[in-house]
């Protein structure tokens, strides 16, 4: 059973959003992208594990996908997390093209590709950890301490997986994702005592979704830029070219002269992702263009069905769907 679903990271959305309202020539650009698409690389790699997880018998597990914890000290991040009465495991996805090599030695992956080599952290010890700070969770809230299996699931197909021989270890722990059903097999034989019963079950999965605290990033800061940098003004949703203007209650573009009613709406959501969930009118009129004052009125009250105060101290709720 899909006890939390999985939902598109808020990172790789404020990313995705950065990257449209941020030029090209920005400095930071470059990093941006790239920190975007290996973002993107590990959702398109949980995303390739819900063929293999559904083969799991619903009634016998209860996954979690993209759980946040915290330990006491700090938060740790379970990508999936795989619950029974008998065992838990911990599923760490990687999404890496290429050749890679696990260097034990040095606690690190290294990927080859197109006669390229490039150094990861190593996802091994990261999960390790991972199961050390889910144990010292359980602890805490006092919990039956269940056997805790970390795993290392490769979901491209096409990766070529290579383990120093003198590794022992780490191959048993690094698996394909089709091998998941396999292994989980193989951990239901080993692991025939239930820790817990009906209500110690349903108690715990209560407490994993209540514990479960979304990262707080700030893009702004987080990459030192400004939001004076950002892109201002409608984008054509035909052409994806800024601006577009305001003309007798519609939106054309000046770049294909596509015509849209409610192209604001995603600059909204834009400005609420990267900015501030709230927007005054003298906010909206910088942000979305050159617009007067009863114009920008207008569009907030018939976009924002909630605010707060009034006058120009009035601010409008956006509405906005983070997935």
């Not at 799991?56 to 999936?80: A, M």
């Not at 006092?142 to 590794?167: G, Q, S, W, Y």
């Not at 800024?242 to 209650?249: A, E, K, L, S």
Request: charged share 25%; aromatic share 12%.
């Amino acid at each position: 059973m899909i006890a939390k679903p999985r939902a598109k990271p808020i990172f790789l959305v404020k990313l995705e959003t950065l990257l449209k309202r941020l030029p090209e020539g920005h400095p930071k650009y470059s990093l941006i992208k790239t920190d975007y698409a290996r973002q993107r690389a590990g959702y398109i790699g949980e995303k390739l594990l819900e063929f293999p997880l559904s083969y799991l018998p619903g009634k016998d597990y209860l996954i979690f996908h993209d759980l946040r914890l915290s330990n006491g000290r700090h938060f740790f991040q379970i990508d999936v997390l795989l619950l029974t009465p008998f065992f838990i495991s911990i599923l760490e996805v990687k999404n890496i093209s290429g050749s890679i090599f696990f260097n034990s030695s040095f606690k690190q992956i290294i990927r080859t590709i197109e006669g390229k080599e490039e150094g990861f952290a190593d996802p091994v010890a990261q999960v390790k950890r991972q199961a050390e700070d889910l144990k010292n969770w359980l602890v805490r809230y006092r919990f039956p301490v269940l056997p805790i299996e970390p795993l290392v699931v490769m979901a491209n197909e096409h990766t070529v997986i290579k383990f120093d021989p003198r590794d022992k270890i780490t191959p048993y722990l690094v698996i394909p994702s089709l091998d998941i059903l396999s292994k989980m097999r193989f951990y239901e034989k080993k692991f025939t005592s239930s820790f817990l019963n009906s209500r110690q079950l349903k108690k715990l999965y209560s407490r994993l979704i209540a514990d479960h605290t979304p990262a707080e990033i700030d893009i702004f800061q987080r990459y030192a830029i400004q939001k004076t940098d950002l892109i201002k003004g409608i984008q054509c949703p035909s052409c994806l070219s800024f601006p577009m203007n305001r003309v007798h209650g519609n939106w054309k573009c000046l770049a294909c002269s596509h015509v849209s009613k409610n192209a604001h709406i995603q600059a909204l959501n834009d400005y609420a992702l990267l900015i501030s969930p709230t927007i005054t009118n003298k906010e909206a009129r910088y942000f979305l263009g050159s617009l007067s004052s009863d114009t920008a009125k207008r569009i907030l009250k018939q976009s924002c069905r909630v605010s707060t105060g009034d006058k120009k101290g009035k601010r409008y709720f956006i509405p906005f769907d983070e997935v």
